[in-house]
């Protein structure tokens, strides 16, 4: 089974930029599709990125293509997203997803693995 911690989020302006890591342990990494889902206050928690375990397949939601990038090294069992030229409407709580589902999915449900979220707050 395993289990993420997620870093890097913080208070950051508008056009600014963040790395968001997720660091992973336990299970075989490379196995796992990994997704980054996002959450704002009141609504409900949506896809963001995800990235097949070889990290030759990424899927972006339209929100934040072109702006955001999602990477893996699976020697360091870390999966990141780079995401530049925020947006007020990008601050939520960015969680990380772990699924044996090949090249993962948007929908949150094929997930059973998520770490607690790394929040992220975009000011205007």
């Known amino acids: 089974q395993v289990q993420m911690v997620e870093s890097g989020g913080g208070l950051v302006q508008a056009g600014g930029s963040l790395r968001l890591s997720c660091a992973a342990s336990g299970g075989t990494f490379r196995n796992y599709a990994m997704a980054w889902f996002r959450q704002a206050p009141g609504k409900d928690r949506e896809f963001v990125a995800r990235i097949s375990g070889s990290g030759s397949y990424t899927d972006y939601a339209d929100s934040v293509k072109g702006r955001s990038t999602i990477s893996r090294d699976n020697a360091k069992t870390t999966v990141y997203l780079q995401m530049n030229s925020l947006k007020p409407e990008d601050t939520a709580r960015y969680y990380c997803?772990?699924?044996?589902?090949?090249?993962?999915?948007?929908?949150?449900?094929?997930?059973?693995?998520w770490g607690q979220g790394t929040q992220v707050t975009v000011s205007s």
């Open positions: 997803a772990a699924t044996l589902v090949f090249l993962g999915s948007r929908n949150l449900h094929e997930y059973p693995y």
